[in-house]
């Protein structure tokens, strides 16, 4: 009767085997290395080209909003950008960090393009600076006068037309009056947007204030060097390619195969606790991640945000 090849060794049998064949060092086996990490549930609308050209736009924009600043308050102001982020929308709305911001929407020929929001402390900072009422500007949990509210109407009325001078396609206007913990307009979860944060300072000032534009990621595509389709001539292709687009969005679910081997049942009743299984692959082969049956990406193993990761080395040509 024929022995079956065992395909189960306890550590006593591995040590033995790593010892005969001169194993490395265990630091030269590992694969796991770190990767970059990477939000698939962040929008990722906008790709690295077309941020480059966003970060040209609104270092525009900064540069005449320290412009506007200086020329509403008759003194020195600096305005820099602190971030511009993708975002879906549910992810702003859900998160509920901005209840007490201050929201003014603005838009162009009857299509909404995005609002400007103003936490409550900038808002009190920017109004009680213009009113040289210091005193006032301790008090930053106080709601906003009439008063108040229609001078910061004027403020983001000013900064929006900065955005509008620096975008050449529209001339962007207030879709309404200013109001508070609620974003002036419907938009769906889905939707994409890119969030502009902006810090302002006051050149004798320490304190420097934050206020932040949200912007439909669709209407900045002209500026970030998309192609802006329109709605005219509305062609078989451009059908196709707007489902692609919407087959693009679906989720698909991939498998990565680290490797592969062969048991029979009894060598799988025997398995116990610590043995180690060896694999039909070398540690320095690649994984394979595999959608249905076929294999279409490999890479090597890594870690990110504490997690297993996957760094892509290769694409697999399908046949």
Excluded at 41 to 54: A, D, E, I, N, T
Excluded at 120 to 132: C, D, E, H, N, Y
Aim: proline letters at 2%.
């Amino acid at each position: 009767m024929s022995n079956t090849a065992n395909h189960s060794l306890t550590r006593e049998k591995i040590q033995q085997l790593l010892a005969a064949v001169g194993a490395r060092p265990k630091e030269d086996i590992r694969q796991n290395t770190d990767a970059p990490e990477y939000n698939w549930r962040q929008s990722h609308y906008f790709g690295q080209k077309q941020l480059k050209k966003l970060s040209d736009f609104t270092g525009e924009v900064a540069k005449k909003c320290a412009e506007k600043f200086t020329q509403l308050y008759r003194s020195d102001f600096n305005v820099t950008i602190a971030s511009t982020t993708q975002h879906f929308a549910g992810e702003i709305t859900a998160s509920g960090n901005n209840q007490n911001d201050y929201y003014l929407g603005f838009g162009a020929k009857d299509q909404t393009f995005g609002l400007i929001g103003i936490p409550a402390k900038t808002a009190i900072l920017w109004v009680t600076q213009l009113l040289g009422d210091s005193k006032s500007a301790e008090n930053t949990d106080r709601e906003l006068s009439q008063l108040e509210q229609s001078i910061l109407f004027d403020i983001a009325f000013g900064v929006i037309g900065v955005l509008s001078d620096s975008h050449d396609n529209y001339v962007l206007k207030p879709t309404g009056e200013i109001v508070k913990g609620k974003i002036p307009f419907q938009i769906g979860d889905a939707e994409e947007i890119c969030k502009i944060t902006v810090s302002v300072k006051k050149s004798d000032s320490g304190n420097a204030s934050e206020a932040y534009f949200l912007i439909l990621c669709d209407k900045l595509q002209a500026i970030a060097g998309l192609k802006v389709e329109t709605g005219e001539n509305v062609s078989a292709q451009n059908i196709s390619k707007a489902l692609f687009n919407h087959l693009q969005g679906m989720p698909i679910s991939v498998t990565v195969k680290l490797a592969h081997a062969m048991f029979n049942f009894q060598e799988i009743m025997n398995l116990q606790v610590d043995d180690i299984l060896l694999l039909d692959k070398k540690v320095n082969e690649p994984v394979e991640m595999i959608i249905g049956s076929k294999t279409v990406l490999r890479g090597r193993l890594a870690k990110s945000d504490g997690k297993r990761a996957m760094v892509i080395t290769e694409l697999c040509s399908a046949k």
